[in-house]
């Protein structure tokens, strides 16, 4: 019996052609106990199938506790359910297994950067995402018009390949004040607010607790207690971008409007306004008071920074961070 | 008979569990006159109270004229009414009278930092607000799951303790062209636009006429006829900004992407794209040439000034502000 | 017989009163042909005129294939609706007309700048747009208490006197990650993407392929290829702003958090963070190391120039650029 990368149980939405316009997967597993995996193979097929309701419950009886209340609601539910079961992390072939692995990332089974996510935007249509679901792009005219003559409004939240993450997964102990800019595929840890300001890409994002006022952008991960300010930047790879994944470490401050286009370690500042490009050449102080003019690449990931730009001289200079941000408690201690 | 702080009468929308999700009181009153007092005394118990209709009628026929129209159809509606009596401005105790509280400052009865919102955090639940209402956050599977089999599509627009305010209250003379961006218990006074990238939080607000399209932060306060430019920032004191609670005065303009750390007087202006902060080195001009060094903080609550960064020396000036920024009267006269 | 500048047939949701609210024209047309001309000159009369289903039904009869799928299906929805006529493009005279040069802009049948949009704001009504419907302001409270006591939620979206796009029109060949962000009256052309952070105003564009994750001010343009970086600002002439309508070339790229009030030419780069004004002093550095101090406003218009903040000195510098932005592949190819 071959392993078990990923397996969902769920439903599929489809456009008049019957194509899948989105999936929701309420409890997805990764690596599941052997168990599980005799089950699975025992009642599903590799890949994506469609599955009656009998099989789903002749699954959920022989693995008991694995499927959650959701599932087994859905299971009750008489609905056409859809199974995806993956034995590899290859790169993406389905909708379907978009979804799955997006799923995968926003219930914090799994960390950005460690999935196959390769021809992802090939493998998601764009949806028009409307207050009656997800709809397809072409199919939107009648569905404006019949929404019309009912006497009914029709919002057009997106146009977009990837929705938004909270009408498919809403992670314990977060707050997000703008659910609109929150991707699924997004990881929020634990105690993670997100201000309306704040912004989180699929494959991206914060383990928590944080608080995110600024922009993850694909890729980049931020780590515990560390605060993004208002506007703040965490530059891409995608577009404009440089070749170099973002990431920053823990009891981290970007200031407000303040960007980084290099990975930072523990314990970092960058003063508000600020933006910290890879060729920023930047004078590193020591405490006895010695510089070194450094490209900011060459700081890439050290602990104990404090990026400023001297406001007498115009230059851009680091020290010593003496004093770790302290996230606010009073914001942090009710999520 | 005692004085009475604040009184509202409205709904309560709750969870499974019979606790409050939030409350929607359409016309608050802050001390009333002698006569009101007598008559909510007369009728209601201190605190948070279920209230009959009957009661209601028989308190809205005593005091006449105070209802509006709203109130008195909402006690005509046969609903379940919640009173709530706070005879001191003491810290928060409830859900019902935090809500109170936010609809005062947004209702404009109160000015931002003049309320106690002590311990706010702890008495608001943090809520999924959704397309068909506030939902616990325990309960928002099973709300998902029965969407699904009916066919609707359950739209989840934030996770918060706060709600966005165009959904309890719109006051008169405004446009804000992104709702979800502005917190039950902002203030925005009349003749205020925000547009889609103002941002403004509970307990802070616009006195306007005020153009914003920057972020007002907890306990910030913006005088008439100032304009916050894109993505501008007003630094908050909750998370990486300072002890210092920001206001800016009147005919002020904070360029696009520039922010203050500082509180600013009338007629100041920071052109696009600079940040100043409390520690910022500030290089004051004055008209015959002089220079004089300071910490930005020193400029605190000036007027007058304008604040530039030298685009030849890098160098943080400040100089008299010659220009009072004018909002343009074509946009602001049609508010 | 005279010609017709514009003409459309689409429906008007009215207020209590019977003032209009809006206007959705599903296939808005200018400058038709004459046989066209002649059509809507025997059916319809100019201005804004309520239109009977059999006046409808005749036109449609004797332009053909000018109607397309969606205005016959309104036409057969036996709803009332409205036609404008417009003979020439005057200043805006009614809600109608306004709606049906917004449509122009977003249909792409008109470029940014090019229509006559004098009035507009005098006659859009300042609407709050819920997830019922647009709704006049002060029917407001009684439209909330309606929904409390019939157990609907009801939401709104904004206050304005713009509606968003994508409830109007939705271009093809374009995604949108955050519609509330693009104002009906954008000009979105064909491949372009706009990101959470991206923000188009009415009469205002990217012509297509593009990546938007900044703010496309009212009157601003950007040209194919060119990529606006998240939060940067192009500095609009209504609130704030100067005199000079800010266009931008193609190839061009507006790094994250910066900034321009000045036109921008082909493949020219502001690095991320920095902000240009039109009276920015500019280091000008050509490639023989000569330096020329020019006012930002000289390079209006100017190609290849690639402008930084120099981290040594602070001094704001151009140089030749020698690298056009590459717009990623992989983002566009699957618009």
Redesign the interface.
């Given at each position: 019996m071959t392993d078990i990368f990923a397996f969902a149980l769920g439903?599929t939405r489809n456009d008049a052609a019957g194509a899948p316009l989105d999936c929701?997967f309420?409890a997805p597993i990764m690596s599941p106990e052997p168990e599980v995996v005799a089950a699975i193979a025992a009642h599903f097929k590799p890949g994506v199938t469609s599955v009656s309701c009998e099989t789903a419950r002749a699954y959920a009886a022989a693995t008991g506790t694995t499927a959650n209340?959701?599932t087994t609601?859905?299971i009750e539910?008489d609905?056409a359910l859809t199974a995806v079961v993956l034995h590899e992390d290859t790169p993406i072939t389905s909708t379907q297994e978009a979804y799955l692995k997006l799923h995968l990332l926003s219930h914090r089974l799994a960390l950005p950067n460690t999935l196959n996510l390769g021809d992802i935007?090939?493998h998601l249509p764009?949806v028009?995402w409307?207050?009656?679901?997800p709809c397809h792009?072409q199919e939107?005219?009648?569905a404006?018009?019949a929404a019309?003559?009912a006497g009914r409004?029709?919002?057009?939240?997106?146009?977009?390949?990837?929705p938004?993450m909270?009408?498919y997964v809403?992670p314990?102990g977060?707050?997000?004040?703008?659910?609109?800019?929150i991707?699924l595929g997004a990881f929020l840890g634990d105690g993670t607010t997100v201000m309306?300001?704040g912004?989180v890409n699929f494959n991206a994002g914060a383990l928590g607790p944080n608080?995110v006022?600024g922009?993850i952008?694909q890729g980049v991960i931020i780590g515990a207690h560390t605060?993004l300010?208002?506007?703040s930047?965490t530059?891409g790879t995608?577009?404009?971008g440089g070749a170099i994944t973002i990431s920053i470490g823990e009891h981290c401050?970007i200031?407000?409007?303040?960007?980084t286009?290099i990975p930072l370690g523990d314990r970092c500042t960058i003063?508000?306004?600020?933006?910290i490009?890879a060729g920023?050449?930047?004078?590193q102080l020591d405490e006895f008071g010695g510089i070194t003019?450094r490209k900011a690449r060459e700081l890439a990931g050290a602990d104990d920074l404090l990026f400023i730009?001297?406001?007498?001289?115009?230059?851009?200079e680091c020290r010593p961070n003496r004093k770790a941000?302290e996230?606010?408690t009073?914001?942090h201690?009710?999520?």
């Open positions: 439903t929701f309420p209340g959701t609601a859905l539910s609905m935007f090939g764009n028009a409307t207050s009656e679901g792009i939107m005219a009648a404006q018009l019309l003559r409004n029709l919002e057009v939240f997106s146009v977009d390949k990837f938004k909270t009408n809403i314990p977060v707050r997000i004040a703008d659910a609109s800019r991707r309306h300001e912004l608080m006022e922009r952008s605060d300010g208002g506007s930047s530059m995608l577009s404009g401050l200031g407000a409007n303040a960007g286009g003063e508000a306004g600020l933006y490009t920023t050449p930047v004078s003019l730009r001297n406001g007498q001289t115009g230059r851009v941000i996230l606010n009073q914001l201690k009710h999520n």
